[in-house]
Nanobody, 117 residues
């Protein structure tokens, strides 16, 4: 079992920055993949960024490339999403997703990000 908890959301003006954190607990040594998703109001959940533990390979949605950076601190069991040059279109609930080798596929409760124009 793996549990993840997101934090760091809030209200920011367009052009501003936020850093989201995803802290994992439980069977964390076997986590091999962590991703950030978001769900804008009235829309489907979409993948924003992901990172693999082995090799650190990252992937980003086209809409956030060059503005968002995903990173991890294995000592703290934490994955971050640094979000710069935020736009009103980035307004959404942001969710962390973690997968481990035992087959767990864990989601957090989400953290709200609101970008005002």
């Amino acid at each position: 079992q793996v549990q993840v908890v997101e934090s760091g959301g809030g209200l920011v003006h367009a052009g501003g920055s936020l850093r989201l954190s995803c802290v994992a607990s439980g069977n964390t040594p076997n986590i091999y993949y962590t991703a950030w998703y978001r769900q804008p109001p009235g829309k489907a959940r979409e993948l924003v960024a992901s990172i693999y533990k082995v090799g650190g390979r990252t992937n980003y949605a086209d809409s956030v490339k060059g503005r968002f950076t995903i990173s991890r601190d294995d000592a703290k069991n934490t994955v971050y999403l640094q979000m710069d040059r935020l736009e009103p279109e980035d307004t959404a609930v942001y969710y962390c997703n973690a997968k481990n080798l035992a087959g767990a596929n864990s989601w957090g409760q989400g953290t709200q990000v609101t970008v005002s124009s």
